[in-house]
């Protein structure tokens, strides 16, 4: 009797096993027939695919030339930015150098008190009554000088009497 259930089960188990290989069959013929329309849809498009790859590779080599170009420039820039701050810190102490020495000059011109002669007597001040050289009188007017004449003996001040109220 354990004999009859055993070669029961091995026929149930060469069922079961046939029935796995009938599946697994099946699911490599379909995964051939996957393979070969793809093989036949890569050979269909290999001359296009070729060509893209021709015209990606080309825009990349010119890439990497307009990357190597561009860093070249960078250098260069920089470069040229180096020399121009240089340049400033140069132009930054001749500036610093020229304003020391403007102080430097009017302190001594100060120290001398070194007037120009264009001056006029009361600076900004002065009348225009007083001022030595007026822009518009002529030559010959400049040279008069006013006042009364030599030896006139002018009014004076009046005198005036003091009178004291109670």
């Known amino acids: 009797m354990l004999h009859k259930a055993g070669e029961a089960a091995q026929k149930k188990v060469k069922k079961h096993w046939s029935r796995y290989l009938h599946d697994r069959i099946e699911q490599l013929e379909i995964y051939s027939t996957d393979l070969i329309s793809r093989l036949e849809y890569a050979e269909k498009n290999?001359?296009?695919?070729r060509e893209n790859f021709s015209l990606e590779k080309t825009r990349r080599?010119?890439?990497?030339?307009?990357?190597?170009?561009?860093r070249l420039e960078l250098?260069?820039?920089r470069f040229e930015n180096r020399q121009m701050q240089q340049e400033y810190?140069?132009?930054r102490k001749l500036q610093d150098a020229l304003y020391e020495s403007d102080k430097q000059v009017k302190k001594l011109e100060k120290a001398l008190n070194i007037r120009t002669g264009r001056e006029e007597p009361y600076g900004l001040a002065t009348p225009?009554?007083?001022r030595i050289n007026k822009v518009n009188s002529s030559e010959?007017?400049?040279?008069k000088r006013g006042g009364a004449k030599a030896g006139h003996p002018g009014h004076g001040r009046r005198i005036r009497?003091?009178?004291i109220l109670l």
């Open 161 to 163: 009497k003091l009178t």
């Open 61 to 70: 080599q010119l890439a990497e030339q307009e990357l190597h170009d561009a």
């Open 75 to 77: 250098a260069r820039l």
């Open 89 to 91: 810190l140069d132009q």
């Open 140 to 143: 010959g007017n400049r040279n």
């Open 128 to 130: 225009s009554s007083k």
């Open 46 to 49: 290999e001359g296009v695919m």
